[in-house]
C-alpha cells in the first residue's frame, strides 16, 4: 500500500526515477526517528546552563551553537548515523521508484545477481563488500562520538 502511493506520488509530482525522489522518501521517513533521538538530548540539556548563558550576555542563537550544540553532539552523531545506516539499505522504495539500472543503489542491484535457476555468487560477494565500505568508513570516523551518544543517559 506504501510503495502504490509513494510511486503514484512521485509520478504525479514528475519526479519518479530520480535521485531526488529518494532524497525526499528517506528525509521524509528518517526525520521523525532523528528528532525524537534529538528532542531526548536537548530535554537532558539543564535549562540552568542556558539561563547562565543568557546571564552572560548570550543571545539565544549563541545559546544555541555555543552551548547546546556542544553538549548534544553525541545524539547528533547517533542520529546521524541512524538515519544514513537506514538510507544506505533502502531497498523497498529504492525498488519501487527507481526503474533504471543506472540509478538503482547497490541494494537493488545486488538482487539482480540472484536468479531462479543460479546465482552469481562472485558478483554477490564482491557487491556486498563495495556496499559495506562508506559504512565502516563512517564508524570509523566517528566511533568514540558515537559510543558517548548510544550510552548519554545511562547512569544519572
Same mark, same amino acid.
Given at each position: 500500500?506504501?510503495?502504490?502511493?509513494?510511486?503514484?506520488?512521485?509520478?504525479?509530482?514528475?519526479?519518479?526515477?530520480?535521485?531526488?525522489?529518494?532524497?525526499?522518501?528517506?528525509?521524509?521517513?528518517?526525520?521523525?526517528?532523528?528528532?525524537?533521538?534529538?528532542?531526548?538530548?536537548?530535554?537532558?540539556?539543564?535549562?540552568?546552563?542556558?539561563?547562565?548563558?543568557?546571564?552572560?550576555?548570550?543571545?539565544?542563537?549563541?545559546?544555541?551553537?555555543? *552551548?547546546? /550544540?556542544?553538549?548534544?553532539?553525541?545524539?547528533?552523531?547517533? =542520529?546521524?548515523? %541512524?538515519? +544514513?545506516?537506514? &538510507?544506505?539499505?533502502?531497498?523497498?522504495?529504492?525498488?519501487?521508484?527507481?526503474?533504471?539500472?543506472?540509478?538503482?543503489?547497490?541494494? *537493488?542491484? /545486488?538482487?539482480?545477481?540472484?536468479?531462479?535457476?543460479?546465482? =552469481?555468487?562472485? %558478483?554477490? +560477494?564482491?557487491? &556486498?563488500?563495495?556496499?559495506?565500505?562508506?559504512?565502516?568508513?563512517?564508524?570509523?570516523?566517528?566511533?568514540?562520538?558515537?559510543?558517548?551518544?548510544?550510552?548519554?543517559?545511562?547512569?544519572?
Amino acid at each position: 500500500m506504501l510503495a502504490t502511493g509513494l510511486f503514484k506520488e512521485m509520478v504525479a509530482l514528475g519526479i519518479n526515477d530520480t535521485w531526488l525522489a529518494m532524497i525526499l522518501i528517506n528525509a521524509a521517513f528518517n526525520l521523525a526517528f532523528a528528532i525524537w533521538i534529538m528532542h531526548n538530548f536537548f530535554a537532558g540539556v539543564p535549562r540552568e546552563v542556558d539561563e547562565a548563558a543568557q546571564l552572560d550576555g548570550a543571545g539565544k542563537w549563541s545559546v544555541l551553537f555555543r *552551548v547546546q /550544540l556542544p553538549l548534544v553532539w553525541p545524539g547528533i552523531v547517533t =542520529a546521524i548515523v %541512524y538515519t +544514513f545506516v537506514a &538510507s544506505w539499505n533502502e531497498f523497498a522504495a529504492s525498488l519501487v521508484i527507481l526503474s533504471t539500472d543506472a540509478n538503482q543503489p547497490l541494494s *537493488v542491484a /545486488l538482487t539482480k545477481f540472484v536468479g531462479q535457476y543460479d546465482a =552469481a555468487w562472485q %558478483y554477490v +560477494f564482491g557487491v &556486498s563488500i563495495v556496499a559495506i565500505v562508506p559504512v565502516v568508513i563512517l564508524f570509523m570516523l566517528i566511533e568514540r562520538r558515537l559510543v558517548g551518544g548510544l550510552t548519554a543517559g545511562s547512569v544519572k
